[in-house]
């Protein structure tokens, strides 16, 4: 029982999705400190002089109506911080290291040496050989076949 979860755990995907969800979690709050301190003041500037930020209120007199794009764009901003992070420093450099190891694993067929010259010439001779008694077993057998339609005809 115990091994079967030992190898579920150790399996590269399982370690790759641990430290994504791990280090997204971490890096969360380094983005949020960026987006909420440098990018919120940059969007509510561009808003105007209102405070809320960029948006607007679809009663004047109802702060619950209040409409903010800022908040999506930098929900926006957080997301393609963090998924470029984890991409660039995880997922790019695992399939990297993943391909170098498949390639060192992989089972390369060893080149043909070529044979040496004696042994390429013996086999030139048998085949030579090969040829010329197959060539003389048909010519036997074409004369077994012309005998016998020759006597079939007496």
Known sequence: MF???KDFIL?????ELAI???IGSAFT???AAFTNHIINPVIAAAGGMNAEGLGFKIWENNPATFVDFGSVLTALVTFVITAAVVYFIFV???NKINSLVKERLSTE???EEPLPADTALLAEIRDLLKD????RDADNISELDSDLDSDRTR
């Open 92 to 94: 790019a450099p695992m």
């Open 11 to 15: 399996r590269g995907n399982v370690i």
């Open 3 to 5: 091994k079967g979860f």
């Open 132 to 135: 010329a008694a197959a060539h």
């Open 20 to 22: 994504a969800v791990v």
């Open 29 to 31: 709050a380094l983005v």
């Open 109 to 111: 067929e060893p080149e």
